[in-house]
């Protein structure tokens, strides 16, 4: 099973949703979830990152895969094991990161979303994950 991920670039309580993204990626391993596109930009996308980094440690058979929005850009690639460019050359730069999150969303089996208003990029994704009848995970606040 393929797993994307899509959250605002701040996180507001880092502590609580690691450990919610911890938690959550886990089971999704125990479920059979082999494979996570990563973004690479942000403060989730880097929380993702490392989460699903660390949990390789226990089970190796996963793969960390960054989905880079930029040929051009580096990127820190440390904590992935390959990356894969989607072909976006013809993508006007400013619309690239939009086309390689609905790139990710569309390979994706399911998607773990930590977005908490409807406005912004993630927003965007979220939604784009709804028209195409994605399984999702939503993030959720306890006093919510």
């Known amino acids: 099973m393929k797993v994307t991920f899509c959250g605002h670039s ?5 502590e609580e949703v690691r450990r919610w993204l911890s938690e ?11 494979m996570f596109l990563l973004g690479g930009y942000g403060a989730f996308d880097r929380m993702a990152a490392s ?6 440690q226990k089970y190796p058979q996963i793969q960390s895969v960054l989905v880079k929005p930029y040929l051009d850009r ?5 904590q992935y094991d390959w990356t894969v460019y989607p072909g976006l050359e013809t993508v006007p730069p400013r619309y690239a990161i939009t086309h390689r999150n609905r790139y990710m969303v569309e390979e994706a ?3 773990v979303a930590y977005v908490l208003h ?5 927003a965007q994704t979220l939604e784009h994950a709804k028209r195409k009848k994605k399984r999702i ?5 306890d006093d919510q």
Do not use: C, F
């Open 10 to 14: 701040d996180v507001a309580h880092p």
């Open 24 to 34: 959550t990626v886990e089971k999704l391993i125990q479920q059979d979830a082999d």
């Open 51 to 56: 989460v699903v980094w660390n949990l390789k």
């Open 74 to 78: 580096k990127m820190d690639e440390s």
């Open 109 to 111: 089996d399911l998607i």
């Open 118 to 122: 409807g406005w912004g990029g993630a």
């Open 137 to 141: 995970i939503l993030y959720k606040r």
